[in-house]
T-cell receptor
């Protein structure tokens, strides 16, 4: 079974600063996808960024980037130039790439507060 | 373009009752997944429906059942409610193929069991 661990229940960052959220996962699979989802107080979860395990290059999406360390099974999210709208719960999630697997496994989340 | 819509947004039930939650997927999506998110936890996969059939199921008892209609909308039914079923129930849709693709979530249905 796959597990996803987010060791930081809560974090805070000053507006315009940079923050890194940690995520580790455990799997025996070699091909999989990793995601960071954001859940603002309004509750609708949205995708922030995704990474395919076979790609060595770290994914980036504007102010969001990841540090993917496959051997260490680590997948951290870096948010640059933090904005008030980044305040939300952030969930790391894992999906096996093989056929017949459609189940996203989520971590418990990190509550990020951006302070003005 | 409407996103994923869920109803009702909030509901209160008592132990032993039954509940039905509804979901309309994003336009163009034909796959619907359901997740349970307990307070302070990450979402947990309940099941996924595609072509009106349950394609994969998570570790949930048979009290949890679902249905998908020809228009791709879906229902989640929970029988014999327990206090522990209190949670936010999230519906997510995706187009085929989903492999590694983005899930689009609704705002959820908050179920409280007293």
């Amino acid at each position: 079974a796959q597990t996803v661990t987010q060791s930081q229940p809560e974090m805070s960052v000053q507006e315009a600063e940079t923050v890194t959220l940690s995520c580790t996962y455990d799997t025996s699979e070699n091909n999989y996808y990793l995601f960071w989802y954001k859940q603002p107080p309004s509750r609708q979860m949205i995708l922030v960024i995704r990474q395919e395990a076979y790609k060595q290059q770290n994914a980036t999406e504007n102010r969001f980037s990841v540090n993917f360390q496959k051997a260490a099974k680590s997948f951290s999210l870096k948010i640059s130039d933090s904005q008030l709208g980044d305040t939300a719960m952030y969930f790391c999630a894992f999906l096996i790439s093989g056929a017949g697997s459609y189940q996203l496994t989520f971590g418990k989340g990190t509550k990020l507060s951006v302070i003005p | 373009d409407a996103g994923v819509t869920q109803s009702p947004t909030h509901l209160i039930k008592t132990r032993g009752q039954q509940v039905t939650l509804r979901c309309s997927p994003k336009s163009g999506h034909d796959t619907v997944s359901w997740y349970q998110q307990a307070l302070g936890q990450g979402p947990q996969f309940i099941f996924q429906y595609y072509e009106e059939e349950e394609r994969q199921r998570g570790n949930f008892p048979d009290r949890f059942s679902g249905h998908q209609f020809p228009n791709y909308s879906s229902e989640l039914n929970v029988n014999a409610l327990l206090l522990g079923d209190s949670a936010l129930y999230l519906c997510a849709s995706s187009p085929v193929p989903q492999r590694g693709g983005e899930l689009f979530f609704g705002e959820g249905s908050r179920l409280t069991v007293l």
